[in-house]
């Protein structure tokens, strides 16, 4: 099981960005995917998550601005981000994990920098 | 909205137990799940369903789970144990993590 994220970079407030997590060795439609951010010398923050049924949740805070999604022919869980905020400015951590084997597999995450 | 409290920091002499406590309402009817995290490295999985560990995860590590808390049990510290622990549960379709506690071993 491999999960690679690409997309971050430095981005102006106000601005969009979408992150990408390319996964191997297992498919993201069978499984519950999640996005996580940690901005720096902060702990760790749940983002949002995708159920292999595709529904989805946000933390509150990224409601109406961020939105889950995955491409099965390409085995890929994305996140688009809109109206970013200088507070966003974090690494995002793709991951797989559930209730039941909590979260098993994280990717190496990609840092996200808003500012002007 | 549901929260998790867990101390800022620990510290345990080199060869002790450590104990790291995640405190939240009637905690002890969720899964709890422990996360390792080294500076500049993703989380690692170290128990899961309050008391499992993952493969790989030595026998040293160990969970428990009763009333208002979790508790996350590191026997025989090493200096690579030095690290941020965090606890985290599902509540209602989302994901919580605990602020985070910072291990030293002296």
């Known amino acids: 099981v491999q999960l690679v994220e690409t997309g971050g970079g430095l981005i102006q407030p106000g601005g969009s960005l979408r992150l990408s997590c390319a996964a191997s060795?297992?498919?993201?439609?069978?499984?519950?995917m999640s996005w996580v951010r940690q901005a720096p010398g902060k702990g760790l923050e749940w983002v949002s998550i995708?159920?292999?049924?595709?529904?989805?949740s946000y933390a509150d805070s990224m409601k109406g601005r961020f939105t889950i999604s995955r491409d099965i022919s390409r085995n890929t869980l994305y996140l688009q981000m809109s109206s970013l905020r200088a507070e966003d400015t974090a690494v995002y951590y793709c991951?797989?994990?559930?209730?039941?084997?909590?979260?098993?597999?994280w990717g190496q995450g990609t840092l996200v920098t808003v500012s002007s | 909205s549901y929260e998790l409290t867990q101390p800022l920091s620990v510290s345990v002499a080199l060869g002790q137990t450590a104990r790291i406590t995640c405190g939240g309402n009637?905690?002890?009817?969720?899964?709890v799940h422990w996360y390792q995290q080294k500076p500049g490295q993703a989380p690692v999985l170290v128990i899961y369903?309050?008391?499992n560990r993952p493969s790989g995860i030595p026998e040293r590590f160990s969970g428990s789970n009763s009333g208002n808390t979790a508790t996350l049990t590191i026997s025989r510290a090493q200096a690579g144990d030095e690290a941020d622990y965090y606890c985290?549960?599902?509540?209602?379709?989302?994901?919580?993590f605990g602020g985070g506690t910072k291990l030293t071993v002296l």
């Open positions: 991951a797989r994990g559930d209730d039941g084997r909590g979260i098993d597999y």
């Open positions: 060795g297992f498919t993201v439609s069978s499984d519950y």
């Open positions: 995708i159920y292999s049924d595709g529904s989805t």
């Open positions: 009637n905690i002890g009817s969720k899964n």
């Open positions: 369903r309050d008391s």
């Open positions: 985290q549960v599902w509540d209602s379709s989302t994901v919580l």
